[in-house]
C-alpha cells in the first residue's frame, strides 16, 4: 500500500441514531439517503459495482430509482432491502467511544489497531495502538487470536469501517470500528488527545 493513506474507502460517513423505517421511498435522493444511511454508497458498490469510482459514480441530486435504472435496471426494491440490511449489519460492527473506554478501563485485551497514516499515528494515537501497515497485516493474520476483541479506529470513522470489514472476511469473529475515529474518541472521552482537521493530517 506504499507510504501514502491507506484507503480501505474513500466514504465520508456521517452516524445518527439508529433508522427505524422499515423501507426507503425510491425517490429519495441520493444527499438524503446517505444522510440516513451512511453505508449505503459501500452497499451499493458492493453488491452492484455503484457508486465506487467516476465511471460508476452518481450525483447527489439523483433518486435512488434513478440510479438503479441507469445501472442495468437494478431492481430498486432489492436495492433498498440490501441497503437496509447492510445499514443494521454495519452498526452492530461499531463500537462506542465509551464503550471502548471502559473496556479499556476494565483491563480487557483488546487489539487497537490504527489505519491512518504513520504521520497522523505519530501525532496522536490510542494507548496501546498499532499501525497498520502491508507488512504488520501479515503479523496479524499469522498470530492473533481471531476470536479476540479487535478495535480499528481511524481519524473520524470512515475507513475503519472498511478495514473491519476486510477482517472479518479474514475470519475475525469479533472485530469492531470505532464509532467517530479517535476524533470521537477526543471529543467524547479523552479530551487530553489532540483534535487535528482533515486537511491538517
Not at 425510491?26 to 438524503?32: D, G, H, L, Q, V
Not at 444522510?35 to 459495482?49: I, L, N, S, V, W
Not at 504521520?119 to 487470536?145: C, R, Y
Request: charged content about 25%.
Amino acid at each position: 500500500m506504499g507510504t501514502g493513506r491507506l484507503r480501505f474507502g474513500r466514504w465520508r460517513l456521517r452516524f445518527g441514531r439508529m433508522n427505524s423505517a422499515a423501507t426507503i421511498d425510491p425517490n429519495i435522493t441520493m444527499r438524503e439517503l446517505l444522510e440516513q444511511f451512511p453505508g449505503a454508497q459501500r452497499a451499493m458498490f458492493r453488491k452492484y459495482h455503484i457508486g465506487g469510482c467516476s465511471s460508476c459514480g452518481f450525483s447527489p441530486d439523483e433518486t435512488l430509482a434513478g440510479v438503479c435504472a441507469r445501472n442495468e435496471n437494478v431492481d430498486v426494491e432489492e436495492a433498498i432491502d440490501h441497503i437496509i440490511t447492510s445499514d443494521a449489519a454495519e452498526r452492530a460492527m461499531q463500537i462506542e467511544p465509551h464503550d471502548l473506554a471502559a473496556k479499556l478501563s476494565a483491563g480487557e485485551k483488546i487489539n487497537l489497531l490504527d489505519v491512518r497514516t504513520r504521520e497522523e499515528f505519530d501525532a496522536v494515537k490510542l494507548p496501546g495502538a498499532h499501525l497498520f501497515t502491508q507488512e504488520f497485516m501479515q503479523q496479524i493474520l499469522s498470530n492473533w487470536a481471531r476470536e479476540k476483541l479487535v478495535v480499528v479506529y481511524d481519524h473520524q470513522g470512515t475507513r475503519s469501517m472498511d478495514a473491519a470489514a476486510y477482517f472479518q472476511g479474514h475470519g475475525f469473529t469479533n472485530v469492531k470500528s470505532l464509532r467517530g475515529g479517535i476524533d470521537g474518541y477526543s471529543a467524547e472521552v479523552d479530551s487530553s488527545l489532540p483534535r487535528y482537521s482533515l486537511e491538517a493530517a
